[in-house]
């Protein structure tokens, strides 16, 4: 059996290096790795300010949890608009 070589393994699932479906490739990997950063950011981020809300402050957790459930829609809604106004561009 006879070894290939990387490069052919990239040029076959992406094409000739800068060919029209390469840089569409590259482009939906840079969102999709965009999108997955910006979900688990805000994520990690509602998790601290939640405890923080529940341990120190005292807020009962049926509260916070009516809050996050509007929070995170915001942030779905934020972050499709910029999707969707970068992909226009």
């Known amino acids: ?3 290939t070589k990387p490069t052919q393994v990239i040029r076959a699932i992406f094409g000739r290096i800068g060919s029209t479906r390469c840089i569409q490739v590259k482009k939906f990997v840079h969102s999709a790795i965009t999108l997955l950063l910006a979900l688990s950011s805000a994520a990690f981020v509602a998790y601290a300010i939640a405890y923080i809300a529940h341990y120190n402050l005292g807020i009962p957790g049926s509260a916070l949890r009516e809050q996050a459930l ?11 608009i910029e999707l969707l ?3 226009e561009r």
């Open 1 to 3: 059996m006879r070894a």
């Open 70 to 80: 509007i929070a995170a829609s915001l942030v779905v809604g934020l972050v499709t």
């Open 85 to 87: 106004a970068s992909k």
